[in-house]
């Protein structure tokens, strides 16, 4: 069978949209750097433009990140809307604003799941990396996820402060009857990039991570799916320069990214469709400017702390 190339879709096959910028939290590792609202959010007028282009193209899954995407006054709207047309939808969540009616309304509109961050076993740990989280709220509204029967995932990610637990959340997730969990290297991205010195994993750290990870996988094999992604950001990139994603990266302000760890913008959706954007997006994966920083951030990953400061192509 031919594998499709990316360069033969009309439109992308996944959209991760950070709807807001607005978080009640300070994470130490967050890789937008969230906390306030960006200048030029879209208004409701050019977010139902952006969605009835998403829904008109047919692309069959949206990721709803922020921010925290629960604090947007349209959240709702939005999950309905894609819902109503059947789009796969999954929202990422630091869970401090679940409670019973939001999670029933969550259950009803079908969710392919919601994913949960949880960076500890423990208050202690967790707290620390989140800055004004709430551990215990976290894992209530875990619960209140689970009882009405939502597609549950805790997503973890590892910092010196944390990555010995990871042994300890996976017990925990299972004992709370997660779907899954989901973990992966921390990305040197935002204020991971600003805090690296402090957060970054050892090797040594990592191979016990990983070490640990493959002997849960086996011991919940077939009662609860532990996974994770195996390379960090730049070997992504590495990889990335050569297959192109099929996705776009749509920013608050409706600006899209190339990439995550690259701070080029290709399009913005107040001014171009989608479609125009998609064509923007291919093009610019051979943009001689695009290929020379990237090789830059590969060679000298401390560029990477480059990745927020949004540079037009
Ligand atoms: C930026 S958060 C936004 C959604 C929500 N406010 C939350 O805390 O989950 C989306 C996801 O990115 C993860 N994340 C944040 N910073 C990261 C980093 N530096 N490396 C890897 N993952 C990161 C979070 O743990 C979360 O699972």
New binding site residues.
Partial sequence: MKSINFKDLKSPLFIAWQINSV?N?E?L????E?GQSIPGEMNREEIFNFLKQVVNLHIPYVAL?????LLHPYFFSICEFLRKDNISLKV???GEFIDEEKAKKIAQLRFRSV?V?L?GATAYSHERLRLRGNWNKVVSSLRILIKEGVNTEI?F?PTKFNIGEIGQLIDLAYSLGVYGVYT?K??R??R?AQNWEILCPSEKDYEYFFKSLNEKIAHYDGRMKVYYYPYDVLEELKYRLKFPAASLLVLPNGKVKLIGPLPFICGDLKKDTLEQVWENYKKAWQNPKVIKFAKEVIAQPRLLAEANRWREI
Avoid: K, R
């Fill in positions: 978080c939290l994470c590792h967050c890789c937008e969230a990140s922020g921010g925290e995407p990422e969540t630091n994913q961050s960076d997503v990610v992966g921390i990305m991205i935002g991971a």
